[in-house]
C-alpha cells in the first residue's frame, strides 16, 4: 500500500507539472467559460426571465461547464502518454503503471478547482451573490469535484481507447453539449417536451440544481433524501466508480 500510494503521488505531481506547462489549454480553460458567462448574461440575460437575477442563475451551469471543458483535457493527456511510449517505459520500472491513470485526475481536479475560482471571481464581479454558509459553501465544492471526477474518469477512459488527439480532442463535444440540454442555462420545463425527458434525466441538471440550491442558501434540496442532492451524489458516484473501473480495465488490456 505505502508503495502504491508513494506512486500516485510521483504521477499526481507529474500531472500538475504537465498542466503548469500547458500555458495554452490553461489560458483557453479559463477563457472559454468566462467568454460564455459575459455572453449569455450581457446578451441573453436581459431577455430571459428565470424568475431571479440572470447571473445567479447561470453561474452554477458555467461554472460546471467550466469544470467539464478542464477535465476534457485529460483525455489528450492520456492518450499522449499511451502513444508516445510513455506506459511502456513506466511499465518496465518498478512502478504500479496504471497510476498514470490517478495522477491525470486528481491533477485535473486540482486544476479546475483553480479554474472554478477564477470563474466565481469573474461572476461576483459581475454581480453574482451568493447567500451561502460556510458548510454550504463547502457542499457545493465537494459537489464540483464529484462531478469533474466520475467525467475526469470518463475523459481518461477515452484517452486509453482512442488512437489519435483528434480523438482524443471530440470528447470535449460531449462535455459542452451536456450542459446545454439540461437547467444550465433556461429552467427545464421551457425545453420542448422531446427534449426535456432528456434533460431532466441525465446527470448534469441534478447537479446544476444542488449546486445553485446550496449557493442560494437554500438547504431544503439537500435536505430532501428523494430531491437533487441525493440524485446528484448518485449519479456521479454510480457514473465515477463504472467508468474508473473501465478505465484501469482498458489500460491493462491495452498494449
Known sequence: MTYL????????????RLVSRDVDAMITAVLLPVVILLMFVLVFGGALDVGTDYINYVTPGVILLAAGFGAANTALAVEHDMSSGMVERLRSMPVTA??????????????????TAIVFGVSILMGFRPEASALEWLAAVGMILLFVGWITW????????????????????????????????????TLPGWMRGFAEHQPVTPVIETVRGLLAGDVATAADPGGAAALAVAWCLGLGVTFAVAAGLAFRARR
Open 98 to 115: 496504471w497510476t498514470v491513470l490517478s495522477g491525470h485526475v486528481v491533477a485535473s481536479l486540482a486544476k479546475n478547482l483553480a479554474t
Open 154 to 189: 470518463l475523459a481518461a477512459l477515452v484517452g486509453v481507447l482512442v488512437r489519435s488527439p483528434d480523438a482524443a480532442g471530440g470528447f470535449s463535444f460531449i462535455v459542452m453539449f451536456l450542459p446545454y440540454v439540461s437547467s444550465a442555462f433556461v429552467p427545464v420545463d
Open 5 to 16: 500510494l508513494r506512486d500516485v503521488s510521483t504521477m499526481t505531481v507529474r500531472g500538475l
